[in-house]
C-alpha cells in the first residue's frame, strides 16, 4: 500500500522540490503552506508521515507538533530547518519528533530519513478511549476517527467546527461533544440559522430588552444567554447573514453580549459548537461568511463522513433503524434477506443515515409479512433512481438538489401535502422546508391536485 506523506512549509519551491522527489519514490504527497491548513487535513484523515518546518512564516513549528501528536501520538514528524541548533533538535525530539533535517536539504538524506521513519514506525491505532455517552452507530475506521475526535473535544472547552454533508450526522456529533463535556449537565441549546427569518433571527439569538417610560423593562432572553455556562450548538451557520456574523464574532472575542434594544454587556461563559453542509471555502471566496469568524469556529476542525464511505457499518444501522421503526409504530417483527441488505449496502446514499432511516421506516411499514426481500428495497430506493444516474455520470451538484427534490416531494406526498407533518418528519423548521420548496420549485397544491 501506497503511503501518504503531508509537508508543511511556507517555502513553495521547497513543496514543489520534496513533492517531486517523493511522488517519484510512488509516495503520495500533500503540501500545505501554513499550520491552519495541515490540521484541517489531520482532522480528516491519518498521513504516514509528516514533515513540519520549524518556522512556517510566523507560526512556530514546534507548537504545530504538539498539535499534530494530540490528534495522533503516535504520526511520525520528521522536522525541517534553515537554523537548526543543538537546542533545537533536542527541543523537537522531547515533543515527539523522529528527526531533524537542515536545509539546504539532501535528496538522498530525505529519503533515507522517512524510510528509517517508516520502518520503526507501527500501523497506527486510535488510543483506547471511553465515551462516556456514545450514540453514534458505527465499527468503521472512519467512525472510530470521529469518536476519538469527539473524545478529545470533550476535555476542553475549545470552539468544534462540524462539517459534512446533510444526513451525516452533525448534530449528533455536537450533542455527544456535549454530553462527554464538564458542561454536560449544563444547557445544551440548538439553534439553526437556516431556520429563522432573517428580521427576528437577532432577538432570537442575542435576546430583547423592550424599554417602555416609568414601567419596568421587559426582557426576553436568547437563545445565547439560555446556554450560559453550557453549549450553543449554530447549525447552518454559514447562512447566518453578515451582519449578524460579525456580532457573533464579537461575542466570541470578547465573551459578552448586548440584547437588542438593550444598553448593557451581558457576561457570556459558553462554549460554541458550530456545523453547516456548505463549502465553507466557497462561502468565504465569495464573501457569504467571514474568514475570520470560521478561523474563531474552528479550533477543533471536525468532518462526519458519507454514508458512501463508511458501508461497512451499513448492517448494524439497518439492524438498529428497522427495530427502532418496528417498535415505534407497533409492528410485528421484520427481517431483511441478504439479497435486500446487498441492494441497500451497495446503494450511493446521498442523503445519507437520514435516508437510510427514512427507507427503512418506509420498508418496515408497507412491506406485509416478516421478510423484506431484495425487489421490496429496489421499490423503496425507486424514487432516487434519477440522483444515482446523475452521480454515476459524475452530475454531484445536480444529483443531490434531484435527491433532495425526491424526497421531499415523496416525504410530502406520505404526509398528505401537510407541510408542518413534513417538516416534523424531515427534522427541519417549517420555515427552512418553504425555502427549499421554492428554490426546488416544488408545488404543495399541484401535488395535492396530483
Not at 456529533?173 to 441549546?189: F, G, T
Amino acid at each position: 500500500m501506497q503511503k501518504n506523506i503531508y509537508i508543511l512549509d511556507d517555502e513553495k519551491e521547497i513543496r514543489k522540490s520534496l513533492r517531486v522527489i517523493l511522488e517519484d519514490e510512488d509516495y503520495i504527497v500533500e503540501d500545505f503552506a501554513n499550520g491552519k491548513s495541515l490540521l484541517k487535513a489531520l482532522a480528516k484523515e491519518r498521513p504516514s508521515l509528516v514533515l513540519l518546518d520549524v518556522w512556517v512564516d510566523k507560526e512556530d513549528g514546534l507548537t504545530i507538533l504538539d498539535e499534530c501528536k494530540k490528534l495522533y501520538p503516535g504520526l511520525p514528524i520528521v522536522m525541517i530547518s534553515g537554523h537548526g541548533t543543538i537546542e533545537l533538535a533536542v527541543s523537537a525530539t522531547k515533543k515527539g519528533a523522529v528527526d531533524f533535517l537542515e536545509k539546504p536539504l539532501s535528496i538522498e538524506k530525505v529519503i533515507q530519513t522517512i524510510e528509517s521513519a517508516l520502518a520503526k514506525t507501527k500501523d497506527y491505532e486510535i488510543p483506547e478511549f471511553q465515551l462516556e455517552v456514545d450514540e453514534i452507530l458505527g465499527e468503521s475506521l472512519s467512525i472510530k476517527r470521529v469518536k476519538f475526535a469527539i473524545y478529545q473535544a470533550a476535555q476542553t472547552n475549545a470552539r468544534v467546527f462540524i462539517s459534512g454533508e446533510n444526513g451525516t450526522g452533525k448534530e449528533l456529533a455536537a450533542r455527544s461533544i456535549h454530553q462527554n463535556s464538564k458542561r454536560k449537565n449544563e444547557p445544551y441549546i440548538e439553534f439553526n440559522c437556516a431556520s429563522v427569518l432573517e428580521e427576528t433571527l437577532e432577538q432570537e439569538l442575542f435576546g430583547v430588552e423592550i424599554r417602555e417610560a416609568q414601567t419596568k423593562n421587559e426582557i426576553k432572553i436568547g437563545k445565547w444567554e439560555s446556554a450560559q455556562n453550557g453549549t450553543l450548538f449554530l447549525d447552518e451557520v454559514c447562512d447566518l447573514p453578515l451582519s449578524i456574523q460579525s456580532k457573533v464574532l464579537k461575542i466570541i472575542l470578547e465573551h459578552k453580549l448586548e440584547r437588542v434594544g438593550g444598553n448593557d454587556s451581558v457576561p457570556v461563559d459558553v462554549r460554541i459548537i458550530a456545523a453547516t453542509n456548505s463549502n465553507v471555502e466557497d462561502a468565504i471566496r465569495e464573501g457569504r461568511f467571514r474568514e475570520d469568524l470560521y478561523y474563531a469556529l474552528s479550533v477543533i476542525p471536525l468532518e462526519m463522513p458519507p454514508l458512501r464511505d463508511r458501508n461497512q457499518d451499513i448492517p448494524l444501522l439497518v439492524e438498529f433503524y428497522l427495530k427502532k421503526s418496528i417498535s415505534e409504530n407497533q409492528l410485528s417483527p421484520k427481517t431483511i434477506d441478504r439479497e435486500g441488505l446487498d441492494a441497500l449496502t451497495s446503494h450511493f446514499w446521498p442523503g445519507n443515515v437520514r435516508e437510510l432511516k427514512n427507507i427503512l421506516e418506509r420498508l418496515s411499514i408497507l412491506v406485509p409479512g416478516e421478510t423484506i426481500r431484495v425487489k421490496d428495497v429496489k421499490e423503496a430506493l425507486h424514487g432516487f433512481k434519477k440522483a444515482n444516474e446523475m452521480v454515476a455520470r459524475g452530475d454531484l451538484k445536480h444529483a443531490k438538489e434531484e435527491f433532495e427534490r425526491q424526497y421531499i416531494i415523496k416525504t410530502l406526498q406520505i404526509c398528505e401535502g401537510n407541510v408542518t407533518r413534513t417538516s416534523k418528519a424531515l427534522g427541519i423548521e417549517r420555515t427552512h422546508l418553504y425555502r427549499k420548496l421554492r428554490s426546488l420549485n416544488i408545488s404543495v397544491e399541484q401535488l395535492n391536485e396530483g
